[in-house]
């Protein structure tokens, strides 16, 4: 296993060491790959649980009832807003910004919803039925009947419906997840090391990532930290999107970081620093569900950032001569 990921996190490292145009290929080599086995697990799933109708679809869902120990209440609105913010950091957050500073125009955005639409929904649908299958499973009821919330790696799920190919599905969906999100890192590193070759740093960020995918207690996780990780990361894309829109017309200056040549922009981190803090504050002093608060937190951030830079940026913007253009 050990060597597995190894190989794998140094195929990755390279592919996504090589930059944008690599990264776009492999991507368009293997989603149409993945999409069919998404859609082939589902279909599979559907005829495993003799599902011969709607009704019968709609009555693996059951009526609820309390949560396992150590679990919580899972409404309608937690799986929504957990579905629609689990990528927050790509989405609202503009690490997709990354790839799309290359779109040649506005509408390529929307390849994004696409992505989303395939990626958070089929997907997703297929994983739930394949899951429903799994807890028909001797090995589940056992689980379940001592009190046990039955966890499976997705590896299994998908073998169990479609062989061989639904493992190769599930590794080339994490290469392809993983990809640009190691490219995104890469591009990070060097911002803050700007003389350093981008190949290096990017390999540097995805050496990291590749060993902690060696330890199972962390990439078990993988649910808790991409929420985590989403609500500390999503207020920023609100900095982009209000410096964007309304930045000129409440009096900032935008692009004012590389304009001033200031190295460290303390408009940007207090406003995350603030609405990250009190929003987590709430989630755990309160037990809210953390998905519930990372629209508020992205408004707050956006607002935040508006007015400290009102305040901010005065100073430095009487020293010179004439404006920042």
């Known amino acids: 296993m050990v060597i597995i990921v190894l190989a794998l996190g140094a195929v990755i490292s390279l592919i996504a060491a090589k930059g944008y145009n690599t990264v776009a290929k492999a991507a368009n080599y293997m989603s149409p790959v993945i999409v069919l086995a998404f859609i082939a697990c589902g279909i599979v799933a559907l005829i495993q649980l003799d599902i011969k109708s709607f009704s019968d679809f709609w009555n693996i ?160 996780q993988l649910l808790g930290f991409v929420a985590l990780y989403g609500f500390i990361l999503a207020p920023i894309g609100a900095i982009i999107v209000f410096e964007y829109f309304f930045g000129i017309k409440a009096g900032i200056e935008p692009f004012y970081a590389e304009k001033s040549g200031i190295k460290f922009n303390w408009a940007v981190f207090g406003a995350w620093a603030i609405s990250f803090g009190i929003f987590y504050f709430v989630s755990i002093q309160f037990d809210v569900f953390l998905s519930f608060l990372i629209i508020p937190a992205w408004i707050s951030c956006g607002v935040l950032y508006v007015i400290l830079s009102r305040w901010y940026q005065k100073p430095h913007l009487k020293n010179k001569e004439q404006p920042l253009l």
């Open 61 to 220: 869902w059951g009526e609820g009832s309390d949560p396992l120990p150590g679990q919580i209440k899972y409404t309608f609105w937690h799986v929504l807003l957990w579905s629609w913010f689990a990528n927050a950091a790509m989405h609202i957050g503009m690490s997709d910004l990354s790839v799309f500073r290359f779109a040649k125009k506005a509408s390529a955005g929307w390849t994004t919803a696409g992505g989303i639409y395939i990626g958070h929904y089929i997907a997703w649908i297929a994983a739930a039925l394949l899951y429903a299958v799994y807890l028909k499973s001797p090995e589940a009821q056992i689980m379940l009947a001592n009190g046990e919330a039955p966890t499976v790696a997705p590896g299994p799920l998908a073998y169990n419906a479609i062989g061989v190919f639904g493992i190769i599905a599930v590794i080339l969906a994490g290469w392809t997840t993983a990809n640009p999100t190691i490219y995104r890192a890469g591009l990070a590193f060097q911002a803050i090391m700007p003389k350093t070759s981008t190949f290096w740093v990017t390999i540097l960020a995805a050496g990291v990532a590749t060993i902690a995918g060696l330890f199972p207690a962390f990439a078990m």
